[in-house]
């Protein structure tokens, strides 16, 4: 079935080719929709299409890709985070207190948490989540970690090496590269390592995402967050997808990023959550670095499943205009993925799309943690945050059926 959404006030591509700018800004838009994106343009020469939507006016842009999260856990942390808003500060130990609860949690408990937290995602845009294990730390909860995860997305990343388990072999790394690594990589798509003070330096991150690259995955890195270390180096060394975080960069790492394809994802949601200084977008994008805005949604340092807060986040706190946020929250996280089918509205993408209750994508900075999604699309199939009667567009009664899937 394909579907023409017409009357889009404003159209935001992220294809220079099909409009302005780099957002490639269609106005007076429609767009074709099946599987895949099927037609793009003006409205005035739309061709026809099984059903017809009328976007009354609204903004509509390429559903947001979450290239970072950690939801596969149990249990929450909201009393560290109390304490940690009343001056304690943020030093990673933490993450021990949700492996246990991991740990203790049945897969049904698991999986319907990651349902959850998809769920509200999707409800704020976001139409594609990578998910990271990390919470299991042995080799048998790494691996059902990550097999609940791939219930949930193509974009499924090991992350055995999250921090070393208080009750794990003294040589923990050798335990990661091997038996585990084995065990996980049938459900991953990446390997991941928190580079960082504390948890892995540089020689054993390496070697961790060394091992990861020869089982078949491809590496990401968790890099710079806490301190100056290595990881940005390593990741641009061993061609990272991504190097995320990257709070903490010296000029030598802005080069090298810019001079590379490792996108520097940054993660607001935790530094916001931290109370920590904000990464610098504006230097990234200055240098010529491909930047890409994520959630972290977890537990301990970023209970946040909201893109639209990140945009806002970036564009008041981290030097980016909301046309770079917004491009970074889509095409910047499809990079970061190394998917050039997401983060796009372009004729053979996915129909990954949202409709905003606005006139223009500058609402999401504009009108921070206002709930502005009122249509998304994800692979084809239409989901109403807020059912058919909001703003009224006009629909057919197909597309009225309320969706069984995770919003149900
Ligand atoms: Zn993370």
Request: net charge neutral; glycine share 14%.
């Given at each position: 079935m394909s579907v023409l959404i017409t009357n889009i006030g404003e159209l935001v591509t992220n294809d220079p080719a099909l409009g302005e700018g780099p957002l490639g800004i269609v106005?007076?838009?429609?767009?074709?929709?099946?599987?895949?994106?099927?037609?793009?343009?003006?409205?005035?020469?739309?061709p026809a299409a099984d059903e017809r939507l009328d976007a009354a006016g609204a903004a509509a842009l390429p559903g947001f890709v979450d290239s970072h999260s950690h939801l596969v856990f149990a249990g929450d942390r909201a009393?560290?985070?109390?304490?940690?808003?009343?001056?304690?500060?943020?030093?990673?130990?933490?993450i021990r207190t949700t492996v246990a609860a991991t740990r203790a949690a049945t897969d049904d408990q698991l999986r319907a948490n990651v349902a959850r937290l998809v769920g509200e995602g999707l409800r704020q845009g976001t139409t594609t989540i990578e998910i990271k294990s990390g919470y299991g730390l042995s080799t048998a909860d790494e691996a059902r970690s990550l097999r609940i995860a791939a219930e949930f997305s193509d974009e499924v990343t090991y992350l055995g090496a999250h921090v070393k388990p208080a009750d794990g072999p003294e040589d923990?790394?050798?335990?990661?590269?091997g038996e585990m690594l084995t065990a996980c990589a049938p459900y991953a798509r990446w390997v991941d390592v928190f580079c960082e003070r504390g948890a892995f330096d540089v020689e054993e991150s390496r070697s961790v995402l060394k091992a990861?690259?020869?089982?078949?995955?491809?590496?990401?890195i968790h890099a710079?967050?806490?301190?100056?270390?290595?990881?940005?180096?390593l990741a641009v060394e061993l061609d990272c997808a991504s190097a995320d975080h990257c709070t903490h960069l010296s000029d030598a790492d802005v080069?090298?990023?810019?001079?590379?394809?490792?996108?520097?994802?940054l993660l607001p949601g935790?530094?916001?959550s931290t109370r920590a200084p904000y990464p610098d977008a504006r230097r990234l994008l200055d240098a010529g670095a491909t930047v890409a805005l994520a959630t972290d949604c977890n537990p301990g340092s970023s209970y946040t499943s909201s893109m639209p807060f990140c945009v806002a986040v970036a564009v008041r706190e981290m030097g980016m205009s909301p046309g770079e946020a917004v491009w970074a929250a889509t095409a910047g996280g499809a990079r970061a993925l190394r998917r050039p089918d997401l983060g796009r509205l372009s004729v053979g993408a996915a129909a990954d799309l949202q409709l905003l209750d606005a006139p223009s994508h500058l609402h999401l900075a504009y009108r921070p943690a206002v709930p502005l999604t009122r249509l998304v699309v994800r692979r084809g199939a239409f989901h109403w945050p807020?059912?058919?009667?909001?703003?009224?567009?006009?629909?057919?009664?197909?597309?009225?059926?309320?969706?069984?899937?995770?919003l149900s």
């Open positions: 106005r007076d838009a429609a767009i074709v929709v099946g599987d895949r994106v099927e037609w793009v343009g003006p409205a005035k020469s739309a009393a560290e985070f109390a304490a940690r808003m009343s001056g304690e500060p943020y030093t990673g130990g933490g923990y790394v050798s335990l990661v590269n990861g690259i020869a089982a078949g995955l491809r590496p990401r710079n967050q806490l301190t100056m270390g290595g990881g940005v180096r080069d090298a990023l810019a001079n590379s394809d490792t996108v520097a994802t935790a530094e916001f807020w059912g058919t009667h909001r703003s009224s567009p006009t629909v057919s009664s197909h597309l009225e059926q309320p969706h069984k899937g995770v």
